[in-house]
């Protein structure tokens, strides 16, 4: 009997397949060796002799080499090349912490995976910003040896943060991990996928910082064409980061978007999906319609770049990339804050432990900002249009501040006459609704042709867009941290502290940015390591409160590392919430629930103990 | 009730105050403006300011209220006393308000303003304005005055400048490409011509020529303000920072005599 086994085992688990080496090391290895035979294949059939080894267009060949040994390297060859041809997958998942550094088909794991490379991104975009800073502490350039050199840290800082932080977290992230235990989902649906499109994250964002090697680039983040065409071969490195960073976005939201179609639990209607859920739902559409749009327009300025084909030079037209590229990128920022509109509505009920008010109105609001965001980019390009074209612009950016404010009508009619729980993540979404009105309302004067003339491009927007992105986006992700802590790791934080951490960001984050409103004012357009000695003293302090702020998100994230890790054990369900991902274990294990869901009401009643889903526990296993 | 009449009271009270201490600043929210687009933009933007104040506060208030006055004793999940979903009046004036305040916005300031753009110009086409021909290049602004045959107007040490009569019209004619490279289909890139203190920009396109018109309205120059100064606003290569020129708004008599001293200067060059 047991020689029959141990004959067996040996026929399914060929001893040289099993792996020595660690799954992102032999992605780097590999990345290494297809960078080097596909740069060389492209320098082989170059009929010019006596070029550089390495050139634009045989950079972008070697790149794609050094992707797809990437992508097999970290597990994609077991993991999908061998039964993509028939052969038995090989890949094993480790049980152990070695199961976050390779290929993953756990939507947990995925989820992890996303925020870790995801903060590490916000780290190094952030130090990025503060070496900005600094530079404008001074007129003159004092830090930066070269314009150009400060440029390109301008357009890295923008990329990474808008690609890899912004559009990921709430998405790629918390959404991974939180929407398939929401809907009660013992997986994803396209899982594979899935676990290879994290990948492509790290991949686009060192893509984006190995930029300068290829030489500075002017562009900043949104790569405006002809300059694009004429700087220098950084510009390749960031149509090629990007454009694996917004792959890595895509294949997220179709994996989500389908699991919420078709992987709810029995009795998870339509009528009674979490308000987060529906937050990702519109905002997988987003992505779907818009970031094959900005590939796509990539892909046609690289080619530009690289042929040259004049699509978007003198000879071809200028303003045809700025229309494509806004097309995409107003969409984006909804991409990014309507998962914090959708999450405020899903944490306040459960702090005030009161009724969602006007739920109906919460979730129209989210799908007509989803509708509306496409029909608004050209308020981005007032200074390039004639007065006629901007009328109908103009009305739809102002319009789209009617469904936006149904998701603050839910958020107060929820508020008012709460026992509301004074916890870190109801001061923290508290402070996001502060922030993100301010967003908001300073975009009405932007939306506004005569006004727009004068603030555009100066340090109005950048205040603007940074009040609607950190403020609102980052300070709701900070709250959804501190909220799903003890979901994430079974553990609670110290929640006075967090209160007073909430507090330094926020008092860094206005500090900085409210005196940017002034500086735009006051003749500070963007761009600039040098300007007018005039600015000098508001550019100080704003720095500074920016050095404050950068030293408070450290702390907020040495303080949440701590209580995932050191933090005393929470209760299985601290807050009292309804939603399903409380109904399993803190850690959740590998299949999200021992047992069968079934939804039964909604999730935003407090005004009954009913519960609104039950768990029908699986059959202990018979010995 | 009692929370709705103190909430109402606050909201009312800080309001006036915002409004009040608005108003003490208001000539100032563009800091320095003297053209008449200008003005055009400087009322437009009080006028949001003084709409969008109240709407700020309400929300503002409203975080700052819900943390005092609904804020829970102790951490203890008790489900809230009131458990209202819905309040007719409630949604229907937020809704409705948040409508006709967007109506109110397109209509005015948006198309009102953009009607007097128009206008304006219309008339200060009609009025023979002071053409001044721009091209930018990287990374310098020049300024050519075809009425008075002055092909490039600078200073005694040969720095590009430029110099507008008050109260006249000026069109500005804005062109991108690099005249000493005009067989170079990638020297032109997008520029922005912004003077800060006259209140608009606009985009200098490759490959298109566009117009913009203006009053200057104010004697001033750099020195008296420094918004006074052309600045590329739009981000145009490692030169961008740089890309910036002096400009004097003087009175009639001073033009006409600067404009002899640019034509002797160009005779002296052997320019035509």
Same mark, same amino acid.
């Given at each position: 009997?047991?020689q029959?086994i141990t004959?067996a085992?040996?026929?399914n688990?060929p001893?040289p397949?099993?792996?020595?080496m660690a799954?992102v090391?032999?992605g780097?290895?590999?990345?290494t060796?297809? *960078?080097a035979?596909?740069?060389l294949?492209t320098v082989?059939?170059?009929?010019?002799?006596?070029?550089p080894l390495v050139?634009?267009p045989?950079?972008v060949?070697?790149?794609v %080499?050094?992707l797809?040994?990437?992508?097999?390297?970290?597990?994609?060859?077991?993991?999908?090349?061998?039964?993509?041809? %028939?052969s038995?997958s090989t @890949?094993?998942?480790?049980?152990?912490?070695r199961k976050?550094?390779?290929?993953?088909t756990?939507h947990?794991?995925?989820?992890?995976?996303?925020?870790v490379?995801?903060?590490?991104?916000?780290?190094?975009?952030?130090?990025d910003?503060?070496?900005?800073?600094?530079e404008?502490m001074?007129?003159?350039m004092?830090f930066?040896?070269?314009?150009g050199?400060y440029l390109?840290?301008?357009?890295?800082?923008?990329?990474?943060?808008? *690609?890899?932080?912004g559009?990921?977290?709430l998405?790629?992230g918390?959404?991974n991990y939180?929407?398939?235990?929401?809907i009660g989902?013992k997986e994803?649906?396209f899982?594979?996928l899935?676990?290879?499109g994290h990948?492509?994250?790290?991949a686009g964002a060192?893509?984006l910082?190995a930029?300068?090697?290829?030489?500075y680039w002017?562009t900043?983040w949104r790569?405006y064409?002809?300059?694009?065409?004429?700087d220098?071969g950084?510009?390749?490195?960031?149509?090629?980061?990007i454009?694996?960073?917004?792959?890595?976005?895509?294949i997220a939201?179709?994996?989500?978007a389908a699991?919420i179609?078709f992987?709810?639990?029995?009795?998870?209607t339509w009528?009674r999906?979490p308000?987060?859920?529906w937050?990702?739902l519109?905002?997988?559409?987003l992505?779907l319609?818009?970031?094959?749009e900005?590939?796509?327009?990539f892909?046609?300025?690289?080619l530009?770049?690289?042929i040259?084909?004049?699509?978007?030079?003198?000879l071809?037209s200028?303003l045809t990339?700025?229309?494509m590229f806004?097309l995409f990128?107003h969409?984006e920022?909804?991409?990014?804050?309507?998962?914090?509109?959708?999450?405020?509505?899903e944490i306040?009920?459960?702090?005030?432990?009161?009724?969602?008010?006007a739920?109906?109105w919460a979730?129209?609001g989210l799908?007509?900002?989803m509708?509306?965001?496409g029909l608004?980019w050209?308020?981005?390009i007032?200074t390039n249009?004639?007065?006629s074209?901007m009328?109908?612009?103009s009305?739809?950016?102002?319009?789209i501040?009617i469904?936006? %404010?149904f998701s603050?009508?839910a958020a107060?009619g929820?508020?008012?006459?709460?026992?509301?729980r004074?916890?870190?993540?109801?001061?923290?979404v508290?402070m996001?609704i *502060?922030?993100?009105v301010i967003?908001?309302?300073?975009?009405?004067?932007?939306?506004?042709?005569?006004?727009?003339?004068?603030?555009h491009d100066?340090?109005?927007?950048?205040a603007?867009f940074?009040y609607?992105?950190?403020?609102?986006?980052?300070?709701?992700?900070v709250?959804?941290?501190?909220y799903w802590? #003890?979901k994430?790791?079974?553990?609670?934080?110290?929640d006075t502290?967090?209160?007073w951490?909430?507090?330094?960001i *926020?008092?860094?984050f206005n500090?900085?940015?409210?005196?940017?409103f002034?500086l735009?004012?006051?003749g500070?357009?963007r761009?600039?390591?040098?300007?007018?000695?005039?600015?000098?003293?508001?550019n100080?302090?704003?720095s500074l409160f920016a050095?404050?702020?950068?030293?408070?998100?450290?702390a907020?994230?040495?303080?949440?590392?701590w209580a995932?890790?050191?933090?005393?054990?929470s209760?299985e369900?601290?807050?009292?919430?309804?939603?399903?991902? @409380?109904?399993?274990?803190?850690p959740p294990?590998?299949d999200?629930f021992d047992?069968?869901?079934e939804?039964?009401?909604?999730?935003?009643?407090?005004?009954?103990d009913?519960?609104?889903?039950y768990?029908?526990?699986? #059959?202990?296993?018979?010995e | 009730m009692?929370?709705?009449?103190?909430?109402?009271?606050?909201?009312a009270?800080?309001?006036a105050?915002?409004?009040?201490?608005?108003r003490t600043h208001?000539?100032?929210?563009?800091?320095?403006?003297?053209?008449?687009?200008g003005?055009?933009?400087?009322?437009?933007f009080?006028?949001?300011?003084?709409?969008?104040?109240p709407?700020? =506060?309400?929300i503002?208030?409203?975080? =700052?209220?819900?943390?005092?006055?609904?804020?829970?004793?102790?951490?203890e999940?008790?489900?809230?006393?009131v458990?209202?979903?819905?309040n007719?009046?409630?949604?229907f004036?937020w809704?409705?308000?948040s409508f006709?305040?967007?109506?109110?916005?397109?209509?005015?300031p948006t198309?009102v303003d953009?009607?007097?753009?128009?206008t304006?110009?219309?008339k200060?086409?009609a009025?023979?304005?002071?053409?001044?021909?721009?091209?930018?290049?990287?990374w310098e602004w020049m300024f050519?005055?075809?009425q008075?045959?002055v092909t490039q107007?600078?200073?005694?040490?040969?720095?590009?400048?430029?110099?507008?009569p008050?109260?006249?019209?000026?069109?500005?004619?804005?062109r991108s490409?690099d005249p000493?490279h005009?067989?170079?289909v990638?020297?032109g890139?997008?520029?922005s011509?912004?003077i800060?203190?006259f209140? =608009?920009k606009e985009?200098?396109i490759?490959g298109?020529t566009?117009?913009e018109?203006?009053?200057?309205?104010?004697?001033?120059?750099?020195?008296?303000?420094p918004?006074?100064?052309v600045?590329?606003?739009e981000?145009c290569g490692?030169?961008?920072?740089?890309m910036?020129?002096?400009v004097?708004?003087v009175?009639a008599?001073q033009?006409?005599?600067?404009?002899?001293?640019?034509?002797?200067l160009q005779?002296a060059?052997?320019?035509?």
């Open positions: 009997m047991e029959q004959q085992e040996a026929r688990n001893q397949k099993v792996m020595h799954p090391l032999r780097l290895v590999w990345a060796i297809g *960078f035979i596909f740069d294949m082989a059939v170059d009929p010019f002799r006596g070029r050139t634009e045989s950079v060949v070697g790149w %080499g050094a797809i040994g990437w992508l097999m390297g970290v597990g994609g060859y077991e993991g999908v090349i061998l039964p993509l041809f %028939g038995p @890949w094993v998942e480790p049980k152990n912490w976050y550094f390779g290929l993953s756990n947990k794991v995925i989820g992890l995976q996303y925020l490379t995801s903060s590490s991104i916000f780290f190094i975009a952030g130090m910003a503060m070496a900005i800073r600094y404008l001074q007129p003159s004092h930066f040896t070269y314009t050199q390109t840290a301008v357009g890295v800082h923008g990329s990474l943060m808008m *690609f890899g932080v559009t990921v977290v998405i790629s918390l959404g939180f929407v398939p235990l929401m989902a994803t649906v899982s594979r899935s676990g290879i990948w492509l994250l790290p060192l893509t910082i930029s300068p090697l290829l030489g002017d900043g790569g064409e002809p300059l694009a065409s004429q220098p950084g510009m390749v490195f960031y149509y090629l980061g454009f694996a960073m917004t792959l890595s976005t895509i939201s179709l994996n989500l699991t179609i992987h709810r639990a029995r009795g998870m009528a999906l308000l987060f859920v937050g990702i519109t905002v997988s559409l992505n319609i818009w970031q094959p900005i590939e796509m327009t892909v046609m300025a690289l530009d770049k690289l040259p084909f004049h699509f978007f030079d003198a071809g200028p990339y700025l229309s806004w990128g969409p920022v909804y991409i990014i804050v309507l998962p914090a509109f959708a999450l405020w509505n306040i009920p459960v702090m005030a432990q009161k009724n969602l008010f739920r109906d979730i129209i799908i007509f900002v509708m509306l965001s608004v050209a308020h981005h007032f249009m004639r007065n074209e009328f109908p612009f009305f739809f950016s102002e319009m501040s469904p936006t %404010g603050f009508m107060i929820t508020l008012w006459r709460a026992r509301l004074f916890t870190t993540p109801t001061l923290l508290l996001a *502060f922030n993100f967003g908001g309302l300073t975009g009405v004067y932007l939306a506004d042709p005569p006004v727009n003339l004068q603030v100066t340090f109005f927007v950048i603007h940074h609607t992105i950190i403020g609102g986006a980052i300070f709701t992700w709250a959804a941290m501190y802590l #003890p994430l790791s079974g553990r609670m934080f110290n502290l967090g209160k951490l909430a507090l330094w *926020f008092i860094g500090g900085t940015f409210s005196q940017m002034l735009g004012l006051d500070m357009n761009w600039v390591p040098a300007y007018p000695p005039y600015l000098k003293p508001l100080y302090s704003v050095f404050f702020l950068g030293a408070g998100f450290i907020n994230a040495i303080h949440i590392w995932w890790v050191k933090g005393p054990k209760p369900n601290p807050w009292h919430a309804r939603t399903l991902e @409380w109904l399993t274990t803190s294990p590998d999200n047992g069968e869901v939804v039964v009401r909604g999730f935003y009643r407090y005004d009954h009913e519960p609104s889903a768990l029908v526990k699986n #059959p202990e296993p018979a | 009692g929370n709705i009449v103190v909430f109402g009271i606050l909201w009270g800080l309001t105050v915002g409004e009040w201490v608005f208001r000539a100032h929210s563009f800091y320095y403006t003297i053209s008449n687009q003005s055009l933009a400087l009322s437009a009080n006028f949001l300011s003084s709409w969008l104040m709407i700020f =506060i309400f503002a208030l409203v975080t =700052i209220f819900a943390l005092v006055r609904f804020r829970a004793p102790n951490n999940p008790k489900p809230s006393e458990q209202a979903m819905r007719r009046a409630f949604i004036t809704v409705g308000l006709a305040l967007n109506i109110m916005f397109w209509l005015h198309s953009l009607e007097a753009m128009f304006n110009w219309r200060e086409k009025q023979h304005p002071l053409i001044v021909n721009v091209t930018a290049r990287q050519n005055y075809p008075y045959h107007a600078v200073n005694a040490q040969g720095l590009d400048e430029m110099e507008l008050v109260n006249r019209p000026v069109e500005f004619f804005l490409y000493f005009t067989y170079d990638y020297a890139v997008i520029h011509f912004w800060p203190a209140g =608009i985009d200098v490759p298109e566009r117009t018109f203006l009053i200057p309205e104010h004697v001033a120059n750099y020195h008296t303000s918004l006074v100064r600045q590329c606003a981000v490692p030169g961008h920072p740089y910036e020129s002096p004097s708004v009175t008599a033009f006409a005599k600067w404009i002899k001293y640019e034509q002797k005779a060059a052997g320019g035509s």
